[in-house]
């Protein structure tokens, strides 16, 4: 008998922090194009663990805003603020798993001039509180964060976008905070366990996050779930070649709304990307019908975004 294929699942994880700028929308439409042109599944999810930043106003905002474009879904599952008590459940395997340890470093101490520097800018952990005894823990006058442990191995990944990926969790990362002091759960566990839980097997989002996939493949081997795959969309830039960003507010939703239909800005987002060869006007359906992961440019995408808005 013919081994079934697995349905595919993918999914929108926006943080409701405010109105969805031009990046946002881009790497929304290419989950739901992959997903949808597979016959797969689309679920959502509100990445709300920065309360301070987040409202639930934003997170209605996002719903229309993507209904709006035409990029519909099969189910919502419950926002990242809402489930502290089940990533308690997987730090509590980590803790079992022998792999978690307290991490009592101060901010000034891992940013400071001796802390291992990468050229992206991201510093390795050295494991200073790795081998800490039981005495000089209990002589710490503060509440620690928690760190995991990495192993010294490198992962490769066959991103659907940018091609092959390594990264060494060891040597590029170091052992990964996966609470915070305050309790709070980083969004490399959440996002682990959410994706992991909804079953989720395709993870299409901004490039700047590709480093995040092997963190969060090593998570999902020692909570057991399987890896989906991922593409990782490019950077939109504008023709200066600075990256746009929730900092240009002319280029959010709420303004580009007033000025272009959603048809318009799906095609001007599936032309620039390569998909189509000429900037029509093109449907959220229309989209998936063309797409394919052969199509789609790895390399930074330049927009004259301020012609949609007729600026
Ligand atoms: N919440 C993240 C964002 O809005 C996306 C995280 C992810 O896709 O894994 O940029």
């Not at 081994?3 to 993918?10: I, L, N, S, Y």
């Not at 106003?57 to 990242?80: H, K």
């Not at 020692?222 to 989906?228: K, M, Y």
């Amino acid at each position: 008998m013919k081994e079934r294929e697995r349905t595919v699942v993918g999914r929108f994880a926006p943080t409701p922090s405010g109105r969805m700028h031009l990046g946002n929308v881009f790497a929304a439409l290419m989950a739901w194009a992959s997903a949808r042109s597979q016959g797969g599944e689309m679920v959502l999810r509100m990445e709300d663990l920065d309360t301070q930043r987040t409202s639930r106003e934003f997170a209605e905002i996002l719903r229309q805003d993507l209904s709006w474009l035409g990029l519909d879904y099969d189910r919502e599952t419950a926002p990242q603020s809402q489930r502290s008590e089940v990533y308690t459940r997987y730090f509590e395997k980590l803790r079992r798993l022998d792999l978690l340890y307290p991490c009592y470093c101060t901010r000034s101490q891992l940013h400071g001039v001796n802390a291992p520097h990468l050229s992206d800018g991201t510093y390795v952990y050295p494991g200073t509180c790795r081998h800490l005894t039981e005495e000089q823990r209990n002589s710490m006058n503060r509440t620690p964060s928690w760190r995991v442990i990495v192993p010294d191995k490198t992962w490769e990944i066959t991103d659907l976008c940018q091609g092959d990926y390594r990264l060494n969790l060891f040597s590029e990362c170091g052992d990964m905070v996966v609470r915070r002091a305050d309790g709070v759960y980083v969004y490399q566990l959440a996002v682990t366990v959410d994706d992991g839980e909804a079953g989720v097997t395709e993870v299409v989002r901004g490039m700047d996050l590709l480093s995040s996939a092997p963190r969060q493949m090593y998570l999902q081997e020692l909570l057991g779930f399987n890896h989906p795959t991922y593409a990782h969309v490019p950077m939109l830039l504008a023709p200066d070649g600075r990256r746009l960003s929730k900092r240009d507010k002319d280029l959010d939703l709420g303004e580009l709304r007033k000025h272009v239909s959603p048809e318009m800005l799906i095609g001007t987002l599936a032309h620039s990307a390569g998909i189509i060869d000429q900037p029509v006007s093109l449907s959220a359906r229309e989209l998936a019908q063309e797409f394919s992961w052969e199509k789609v440019r790895g390399e930074s995408i330049y927009l004259d975004a301020a012609a949609l808005t007729g600026g």
